[in-house]
């Protein structure tokens, strides 16, 4: 009896330090989940007040009897002070900005990514990835007047006298700089994730290391190949220092990148700066175009992700 004691005793205590382990596992389990999803709904409500503080403001500018929706989406001329509402003028500017930075750095962003994923050896890759990545550190207002002191003069000598000092061209080229090493570096974790046994499989069946890599591995990473292209369209359309300083200070309708334009960040850099009464109608006016400017990035977005999911369609 004495000795079935003794065996029983052990396992008991063995199984309670299981049942407490499991306990503490547990408990820490759910600090975890509650913290991820604290984390989610204040994410969730500061987007939502961004957009509700966006819209209030917005509104009075709206509810302004000098303005009207056919004003503000039918007219091309932006001078709220003498009543010119085009909200066209700014948008334009923006769109041929950021149409230009993403020609430059998409193909250029998948090109290295390729490389760094498939060509690349480790101690390149270790060595190249973090260089690439150092540009997405450089401040922006340095881009800006790298955009305008050196690659405008660049430009002119190309363009003579078509190039205007200020321009949406060099703004936009700079911009495709400063998104590169975004793109780049998602796109290349994204390829870099693809399972090995892909790229065994075409090797097997004959495919080149080129083959491969443009019709079994882009294929297979196009969902975060997808993401990186939406974070550079968001940060192409939302960048303000480029195009404040190099592209040009005047709202213009056209669509001529040699031409100087002022984007919509770069009008509410600009007019924020000065000194502005509340609820006037300069200061209700750069809500209006911020709210303009969320549902221009909105649309990009969602145009992007029905792009991307129509590709990923084709090679499912």
Do not use: C
Request: aromatic fraction near 10%; charged fraction near 15%.
């Amino acid at each position: 009896m004495k000795e079935e004691t003794l065996n029983i005793k052990p396992m008991e205590a063995k199984n309670f330090r299981q049942f407490d382990l499991k306990k503490k596992f547990r408990f820490s389990e759910f600090i975890i989940q509650g913290s991820l999803f604290i984390t989610g709904i204040l994410s969730i409500f500061v987007t939502v007040m961004i957009v509700y503080e966006l819209g209030k403001e917005a509104l009075l500018f709206f509810t302004n009897p000098d303005v009207t929706l056919v004003k503000f989406l039918g007219t091309t001329k932006w001078q709220p002070g003498i009543g010119q509402y085009g909200i066209w003028a700014l948008v334009s500017a923006t769109l041929v900005t950021s149409a230009i930075a993403m020609l430059i750095s998409l193909p250029l962003g998948l090109a290295s990514a390729i490389y760094l994923s498939e060509y690349a050896s480790e101690r390149a890759r270790s060595i190249l990835k973090p260089v690439l990545e150092i540009l997405a550190g450089i401040p922006t207002v340095v881009y800006g007047y790298f955009a305008l002191l050196f690659v405008t003069p660049i430009l002119k000598s190309i363009f003579g006298d078509e190039l205007q000092v200020y321009n949406m061209l060099s703004a936009g080229l700079v911009m495709g700089i400063m998104i590169l090493p975004v793109i780049s570096s998602m796109s290349e974790d994204a390829l870099h994730a693809v399972p090995r046994p892909l790229r065994e499989g075409a090797f097997a069946m004959g495919a080149t290391k080129l083959e491969t890599s443009l019709q079994v591995v882009l294929p297979a990473a196009l969902s975060g190949i997808g993401a990186a292209v939406i974070i550079g369209i968001s940060r192409a359309v939302g960048e303000t220092m480029i195009v404040a300083v190099a592209s040009g200070a005047g709202p213009n309708f056209s669509f001529n990148p040699l031409e100087a334009a002022e984007t919509m960040t770069g009008h509410i850099a600009r007019i924020s700066g000065g000194d502005l009464s509340y609820n006037s109608i300069d200061y209700t006016s750069l809500f209006a175009i911020a709210l303009m400017l969320f549902l221009v990035t909105l649309v990009l977005n969602l145009i992007s992700q029905w792009v991307v999911n129509k590709f990923r369609e084709q090679y499912e």
